[in-house]
């Protein structure tokens, strides 16, 4: 008799911590559960990109979401034939870092009704579907912001003499860009660009461009790079040079970024937090998922098109473990 009460109170026992979830997952971290995201990378070779695919797995397994992650290494035919076997395979989202931002309607048309996220390179604002096909990342805008007011905050000549390392042609590239341009013109500075071209968001290639560059004798007072990498190819080429290094200011806080800012060698770098924009990522294509709005996520617009995510200045005087 006594065998059986306490046989009866385990059973009351597993009962009770079941109904009260006790011991197991809330339904918040169960909203993914059994929902299959791809997640599809132009490259494994970008630290920022590694980092963001990390974030995005951590935050998908948080949501009992599983996650698979096909890199196209930079093949633009390689990533929509990756695409065609995901949409193939049934899966839920589809997360893009697209290799080209032009084959972005391409993509929201092989994807039909599967929802897509852009992340980290923004497309047009014509390719997307309020609600269905959308974008997570930051304000490319922020970065071109945060890197002129450096500038002006750090020198108090009046007159500029600026270089511009711009990245693959797109938005991302012309957003931090132009909003660069406009925020110093609109200090009342006079302003002078000796030097704008792409070098592809490439060291060795901003490296190269820079040798050029210090080869025609023009004054450089500021090199605004449209990422790390291309900022550290202009270091490089001036301090092959044994020319004295202008204000530099590049954008992603990686590592060796970082490591040029704590000695003096780069002014700034505007960082992007992958966590957070993985965690975007991860909670706005569960939404999508479930057909629900995404205009009540922090962050979202209110067109449905778009999750931002901040940019953060990082500079010596700033937190450089970010």
Avoid at 141 to 168: D, P
Avoid at 251 to 264: E, R
Avoid at 296 to 310: C, E, H, P, Q, R
Wanted: contains cysteine; glycine residues 6%; charged residues 25%.
């Amino acid at each position: 008799m006594f065998k059986k009460f306490i046989k009866m109170m385990l059973v009351l026992t597993c009962f009770m911590l079941a109904a009260t979830g006790c011991g197991m997952m809330t339904n918040e971290s169960q909203s993914g559960n059994g929902k299959r995201i791809a997640v599809l990378t132009h490259t494994n070779d970008s630290p920022l990109i590694n980092s963001l695919t990390s974030s995005i797995k951590n935050a998908a397994s948080e949501k009992g979401a599983t996650v698979d992650v096909y890199n196209s290494d930079q093949n633009s035919e390689k990533q929509i034939k990756q695409l065609k076997k995901v949409v193939q395979n049934h899966y839920d989202a589809i997360l893009i870092r697209p290799v080209d931002a032009d084959t972005a309607q391409e993509m929201i048309a092989i994807a039909g009704k599967i929802p897509v996220v852009f992340y980290n390179f923004q497309p047009s604002k014509s390719v997307l579907k309020a609600n269905q096909d959308v974008y997570v990342g930051p304000e490319e805008e922020m970065a071109g912001r945060l890197q002129a007011n450096y500038v002006l905050e750090h020198t108090s000549k009046q007159e500029l003499n600026v270089a511009i390392l711009k990245g693959q042609s797109g938005l991302v590239s012309e957003k931090r860009t132009n909003t660069f341009k406009e925020t110093l013109e609109k200090s009342g500075r006079s302003v002078n660009y000796v030097f704008t071209d792409s070098a592809n968001w490439e060291e060795e290639k901003a490296e190269h461009q820079m040798e050029l560059f210090l080869k025609t004798g023009q004054p450089c007072d500021v090199i605004a790079s449209n990422n790390d990498d291309m900022a550290l190819g202009a270091i490089k080429a001036f301090k092959k040079a044994h020319k004295k290094l202008p204000i530099v200011c590049g954008v992603d806080a990686t590592a060796d970024a970082k490591a040029k800012i704590s000695t003096g060698e780069m002014g700034l770098t505007a960082s992007q937090p992958a966590k957070v924009q993985g965690e975007k990522c991860i909670e706005t294509a569960l939404k999508l998922i479930e057909g629900k709005k995404i205009t009540d996520i922090k962050g979202s617009t209110a067109d449905g098109l778009y999750v931002y995510t901040n940019f953060k200045a990082i500079t010596n005087s700033q937190d450089l473990n970010n």
